[in-house]
């Protein structure tokens, strides 16, 4: 079955505490993002990945950090977590670029205490 | 910078009725891409109607039609014959041209059928 998994789908953590969300596509998709959703705010790009070793800066990436090093995967990384990035947080992936249909994962929801 | 607008913060429609959402964008870019995502209350993302700047005709996925006035920079959303299962968030959201592979949302409508 074609999908985006994310894991882990719920965590609660710690101001300080290093995280890492892991994203991974069984769809041999080129292109991957991180958004996160905040309510009255919509979805916001955070990273996105064109291919392996190629990411770039979304609308919102401060406080966060991504790699791409195989192309099924796509963590994000949050060294120092803070209050302010509790968030529900989605990964996508799309055949090739932002222009076609992208594929959601389930979420993250992260509280950061 | 490329911006997406939804004014409607929730809407209520009787069930079978056709119902539009608006969505109006701005972009500096000569080519863009509009998206139209629904979000049930289970939480996924799910991508319903997209409707590229050069396409002459407005796209249409079964009960879902985009109403797309270039000029005005609007790209509605319009359902017919609207359902119960039909009650969920909808986001419209925008790319850029080429190069451009950031994707930006709107806030969201939420959308809820009455029987």
């Known amino acids: 079955e074609a999908q985006v998994t994310q894991n882990p789908r719920y965590l609660i953590t710690v101001t300080g505490k290093k995280l890492t969300v892991t994203c991974s596509q069984n769809m041999n998709h080129e292109y991957m993002s991180w958004y996160r959703q905040d309510p009255g705010l919509g979805l916001r790009q955070i990273y996105y990945s064109m291919n392996v070793e190629v990411t770039d800066k979304g609308d919102v990436p401060e406080g966060y950090k991504v790699s791409r090093k195989e192309k099924r995967n796509f963590p994000l990384i949050l060294e120092s977590p803070s209050p302010n990035q509790t968030s529900l947080y989605f990964c996508?992936?799309?055949?090739?670029?932002?222009?076609?249909?992208?594929?959601f994962g389930p979420g993250t929801r992260l509280l950061v205490l | 910078a490329q911006k997406i607008t939804q004014t409607q913060p929730g809407m209520f429609v009787q069930e079978k009725e056709a119902v539009t959402l608006d969505c109006t964008y701005d972009t500096s870019d000569p080519s863009y891409g509009l998206f139209w995502y629904k979000q049930p209350s289970s939480g996924e993302m799910i991508f319903l109607i997209y409707q590229g700047s050069y396409d002459q005709q407005n796209a249409t996925e079964g009960r879902y039609s985009l109403n797309f006035q270039k000029a005005r920079k609007s790209a509605n959303l319009v359902i017919s014959a609207s359902q119960l299962g039909d009650s969920a968030m909808y986001f419209c959201a925008m790319n850029g041209d080429f190069g451009n592979e950031k994707l930006t949302f709107g806030t969201g409508t939420r959308l809820t059928i009455i029987p």
């Open positions: 996508a992936s799309a055949k090739q670029g932002v222009g076609e249909t992208q594929y």
